[in-house]
């Protein structure tokens, strides 16, 4: 736990990781493809510098700039991963905006290639 808040790299490996489930749980039907971007591009600096500040790391900013990197790069990796994988022909990402409130339900789910 210790390494979770000295070491900002572990941190941004971690929220990089969740990040595409925390934004499935709170994406929209009616959101453009530009938002999605811009939230994760938002949630990377935001949370990036938060893990910095609270770290044990001084202040550079080639620092911040790669573990910004970092999070964008494990985020998209785990979008992807969470994209392929399916339960019912459904994504694990597709399964995570279902559950929660506010999103698409299981009865008007319609996978993108079907709704050509």
Same mark, same amino acid.
């Given at each position: ?6 070491? =900002? ?10 990040? =595409? ?7 929209? =039907? ?27 790391? %001084? ?41 929660? =409130? ?8 319609? %996978? ?5």
């Amino acid at each position: 736990m210790k390494a979770l808040i000295s070491d =900002p790299f572990v941190t941004t490996v971690i929220l990089g990781t969740l990040w =595409p489930l925390i934004q499935a749980a709170l994406d929209r =039907p009616w959101w453009t493809r530009g938002r999605r971007v811009a939230l994760v591009v938002t949630a990377a600096v935001v949370l990036t510098v938060g893990a910095w500040a609270l770290s044990a790391y %001084p202040l550079q900013v080639e620092l911040l700039a790669g573990q910004i990197g970092k999070f964008l790069g494990f985020a998209w990796v785990a979008y992807e991963a969470l994209s392929r994988i399916k339960i019912g022909g459904v994504s694990i990402l597709g399964w995570a905006g279902i559950i929660t =409130p506010g999103g698409e339900t299981r009865d008007h789910y319609q %996978p993108r290639h079907e709704a050509a």
